[in-house]
């Protein structure tokens, strides 16, 4: 989805954090105050959805209590590119401030927007599908595992997993889960159906109408089974095997049944207990 900016990798240390945390109050060496105009946002910032209404608050904030936490930057040529604190610095301009407290960090590019990406999250303030474009960054780039991802963003492994899975969703799924019109319970029930069709179907529900989580999950039900089913239809048994499977059933006195999957078939024999499983064992070896 090209309007998602995607993430690269490298490990966040414990003080890279607290950089990102650390308020005005405690300001280090590295803390200026500098023209707002010499600070750029970072085109790789991970975060690329800015509600109207949430910076307008934020700049009601700051023009009531100031700038409570300076904005992280790293020097970039004449100008400060900004590592975390977009949003601070967009709800600043808005409100016409001329210079804007900021600490300077000397790092690279994947060290930026892993920074980047550990603010985001610490705050809550990514959309999943941002996330999830984050977190594969970080592991085409850094050539990283799910579990270095993790350990990097303080993470749990199946964390990282199931937000990577969401990448698997249609395109369209994606878009309406990054303008948050759907929610992480709408996208695991696309997930939830087996085949791309399925999928495409019920993305396609959720694109004409409002429907909850569980009737999207009732729906993805109902599509997996139909491929089920249309599987079934689409392999016809051969009559031979409905008599070996009544002949065996007579002979060792249980229901049997011959399914057909995928080009391989099984034989299932149903058994009670463990005594009558040993009396099957006997009738079947002749002991």
């Not at 490298?10 to 405690?26: L, M, S, W, Y």
């Amino acid at each position: 989805m090209e309007r998602v900016v995607e993430a690269p990798a490298t490990i966040a240390t414990k003080e890279d954090a607290k950089a990102v945390e650390q308020p005005v109050e405690q300001a280090t060496q590295g803390d200026l105050e500098v023209d707002i105009d010499s600070v750029v946002p970072n085109p790789d910032q991970p975060r690329t959805n800015f509600k109207k209404e949430d910076l307008e608050e934020l700049a009601n904030s700051i023009k009531k209590n100031g700038l409570l936490q300076p904005i992280l930057v790293r020097p970039v040529g004449d100008a400060y590119q900004i590592i975390a604190g977009e949003r601070r610095w967009q709800a600043c301009k808005s409100l016409g401030m001329k210079k804007v407290p900021i600490r300077v960090k000397d790092v690279d590019d994947d060290e930026t927007i892993v920074l980047a990406l550990v603010e985001n999250i610490q705050r809550s303030d990514l959309n999943p599908i941002e996330e999830a474009y984050g977190y594969r960054r970080m592991m085409e780039r850094g050539k990283m595992t799910q579990s270095e991802v993790a350990q990097a963003v303080s993470k749990g492994r199946s964390t990282i997993a199931n937000a990577l899975r969401l990448l698997e969703l249609p395109e369209d799924a994606q878009q309406l889960l990054f303008e948050e019109k759907i929610t992480a319970g709408h996208a695991r029930a696309i997930l939830s159906i087996p085949t791309k069709e399925g999928r495409r179907k019920l993305t396609d529900k959720l694109v004409e109408d409002t429907i909850s989580v569980r009737e999207a999950e009732a729906i993805a039900r109902l599509l997996s089974g139909a491929k089920k089913e249309s599987s079934a239809a689409r392999e016809p048994q051969p009559k031979s095997y409905k008599t070996v499977a009544r002949t065996l059933k007579d002979t060792l006195g249980t229901n049997v049944k011959i399914k057909s999957s995928g080009g391989k078939n099984k034989i299932e024999i149903e058994f009670k207990d463990e005594t009558d499983l040993e009396r099957l064992f006997r009738l079947i070896t002749n002991n």
